[in-house]
């Protein structure tokens, strides 16, 4: 059994992920990492390695990559599906000094870090400040989603799941939509060169199924912010799920790509 993020989930987001990352930043941290002769890359909730299949063949050097993860269902799919990947079993929370005190050239992560809390930020950076080591953090949801058509409850249903984003994840309060911002302002304090890109996800109506489990998902996270309000939040569902079967139905759900790379 997997915990909140199943295998299906992470398989259906993962073409998705790909298309909407920012290839200049790869191309930016090959370019840093060309003089190295193996670059030691740990992958931080890793999941069935998605980061891992997007970026490693844009690094153009030798790589050792370590995929940390703490669900044991997804690291005993994910290394019998790609026995190329090496797991790291350990909760992040609780061991991220420990899991980077190995070999350590990159830090990413693709889809993470608005799940977790100031604090756990401000650990992770400064381990990367002490170590030099460069960062790539993808795929932060921004807070903003742009659909079409419009509903009127669209914008109160947004708010909702903004809130639910930043419930604890397992990391004490979640930065959620804020993630980006509290990230950009930690590194800006440091020297090292910073960049940033817009990563959205742009879903026309031909993407149906990711359309459709966003919807639902959404719902529930809102229902569970407002549950008196739950019955309007059903038929904002049911409106949209029409939309999407009719093929009427577009999204766009924002995203943030950074990449620190220390000084020198
Ligand atoms: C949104 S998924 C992204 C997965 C993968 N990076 C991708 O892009 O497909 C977040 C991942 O972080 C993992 N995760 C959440 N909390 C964690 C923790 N405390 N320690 C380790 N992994 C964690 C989840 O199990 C999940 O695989």
Redesign the pocket.
């Given at each position: 059994m997997s915990?909140s993020?199943t295998a299906d989930w992470?398989a259906l987001r993962?073409p998705y992920?790909h298309a909407a990352r920012n290839a200049g930043l790869a191309e930016q941290l090959r370019a840093w990492a060309a003089p190295r002769a193996t670059l030691e890359v740990v992958d931080l909730?890793?999941?069935?390695g998605?980061?891992l299949r997007w970026l490693a063949p844009r690094l153009g050097v030798v790589q050792r990559w370590r995929l940390?993860?703490?669900?044991p269902f997804?690291v005993t799919l994910g290394t019998s599906r790609f026995p190329e990947a090496s797991y790291v079993m350990?909760?992040?929370?609780r061991d991220l000094e420990e899991v980077l005190s190995g070999p350590l050239d990159v830090v990413t992560?693709?889809?993470?870090i608005d799940?977790v809390s100031r604090a756990w930020l401000e650990r992770l950076i400064a381990i990367a400040a002490a170590r030099g080591c460069a960062l790539l953090i993808a795929l932060t949801y921004d807070g903003s989603i742009e659909l079409w058509p419009a509903d009127p409850l669209d914008g109160l249903l947004v708010e909702w799941l903004n809130r639910h984003q930043r419930r604890d994840k397992?990391?004490g309060p979640a930065l959620g939509p804020t993630a980006s911002a509290v990230l950009l302002g930690l590194l800006a304090a440091l020297e090292g060169e910073i960049r940033r890109s817009a990563s959205p996800w742009l879903l026309t109506p031909t993407d149906a199924a990711l359309q459709s489990a966003l919807v639902t998902g959404w719902a529930q996270a809102a229902t569970e912010v407002a549950p008196d309000d739950a019955e309007a939040i059903a038929g904002w569902r049911e409106r949209r799920l029409l939309w999407i079967t009719e093929g009427r139905s577009s999204m766009r759900v924002g995203h943030e790509d950074l990449l620190w790379l220390p000084p020198g």
């Open positions: 915990g993020f992470l993962e992920d909730g890793a999941g069935l998605s980061n940390v993860e703490n669900d997804l350990a909760d992040l929370h992560s693709s889809a993470l799940l397992g990391f």
